[in-house]
């Protein structure tokens, strides 16, 4: 017997991306994002720029999903939205709407904690590598964000550790910038360190206690390296630069797999799932890959698509909540902080 069903419109809005999704139960029939290039020239993301840009593109992405997804507005069976982490403008402009759009339509409105729709994105159908059993631990990579998380039940979590600086993205970004590479430069180290030679060039792991994570020193001194060897040759990075990306990805990617082997230790829980942006680097890819059948680990990666910000993975935790009934009200307000373990 078929399933009534549950068609959940998502919108995602918490940085630059203005996302809209239609779910059918754990089926994603559109996930539909608008990028915003403006922010290219500033070499980062202007908050300002962001939030007008995102109600710019917020009717016409949410018109877009509905039409990909060929279901009528009225068939809507509630409206889930990003409140928070994120920048506050850009999150007031998905919250607005969403609150007006469940208003006009007389359905219920949930509220989604943007980390926990990293995580919980390993849920939405047809993932290749499954569904999660829980227990298991999940590291959340993002430019925002460095976590690892112990995940109990969809709305269980607790936070093993995490940066006391610069999240893993923005090292990547910052690392691109010191070698003249565009915005965003993370893809691009990535890039070019499938090139290079990952052993050519070592950088200190910074010693942090448990499973917090630190990036502010390696930053440092990846710009002090640069500094000494350009001083010796002008055209140092030009000469290098895929070894010098190879050597930078090598460097993050063991501080991120030696915490997540210090907390399957301490936990002896061997599930694995990554979830946010940086969750698309290759190279962080390739060492969960390894270690799955160097260690005994399962892995759990993500599509490309659910891996950056987009409103399927706020979706799926919308569909959860709807199940549970966990539904907010018009008083609801965007919140730039939040906390992955709040609900």
């Known amino acids: 017997m078929e399933k009534e069903p549950i068609y959940i419109l998502a919108i995602e809005s918490s940085c630059d991306d203005t996302s809209a999704a239609i ?37 016409p992405v949410v018109h877009q999903a509905l039409n990909k997804a060929n279901i009528d507005k009225k068939l809507i069976s509630a409206i889930a939205f990003t409140r928070g982490p994120g920048l506050m403008g850009s999150l007031l402009v998905g919250t607005s709407f969403a609150k007006s759009l469940a208003l006009g339509l ?21 993932q290749e590598d499954g569904i999660p059993e829980f227990p298991f631990l999940a590291m959340t990579i993002s ?24 999240a893993v993205g923005e090292a990547f970004d910052k690392s691109a910038k010191i070698l003249g590479l565009p915005y965003p430069g993370g893809p691009l180290v990535d890039k070019y360190a499938k090139e290079g030679n990952a052993d050519a060039f070592q950088f200190p792991k910074p010693k942090v206690e448990g499973l917090n994570f630190s990036f502010s020193g390696l930053k440092t001194s990846i710009l002090y390296f640069i500094q000494k060897e350009t001083a010796k040759n002008p055209n140092f990075i030009e000469e290098n630069l895929v070894d010098i990306c190879a050597s930078i990805q090598k460097t993050i990617i063991g ?17 694995i799932a990554i979830g946010g942006g940086v969750s698309a680097n290759s190279g962080i890819r390739n060492a969960l890959r390894t270690a799955e059948k160097n260690r005994g680990w399962k892995t759990y990666i993500p599509k490309f698509e659910y891996c950056t910000d987009n409103a399927a993975m706020i979706g799926i935790v ?26």
């Open 106 to 126: 007389d359905v219920p409105l949930i509220e989604v904690n943007h980390m926990q729709a990293h995580i919980l994105a390993h849920f939405i159908e047809g």
């Open 23 to 59: 779910l059918n139960h754990k089926n994603v029939l559109s996930n539909i994002t608008a990028s915003q290039k403006i922010h290219e020239e500033y070499g980062g993301v202007v908050p300002e720029l962001a939030s007008r840009a995102h109600q710019q593109n917020i009717v």
């Open 143 to 166: 430019g925002g964000h460095t976590q690892i998380v112990l995940v109990k039940d969809y709305f269980d979590m607790e936070i093993l550790g995490e940066t006391l600086d610069d």
């Open 255 to 271: 501080i991120l797999m030696d915490k997540l082997k210090k907390a399957v230790k301490q936990t002896g829980i061997k599930n």
């Open 318 to 343: 919308g569909y959860l909540k709807f199940n549970e009934m966990d539904f907010t009200n018009q008083s609801v307000s965007a919140k730039a902080r939040y906390k992955i373990t709040q609900n």
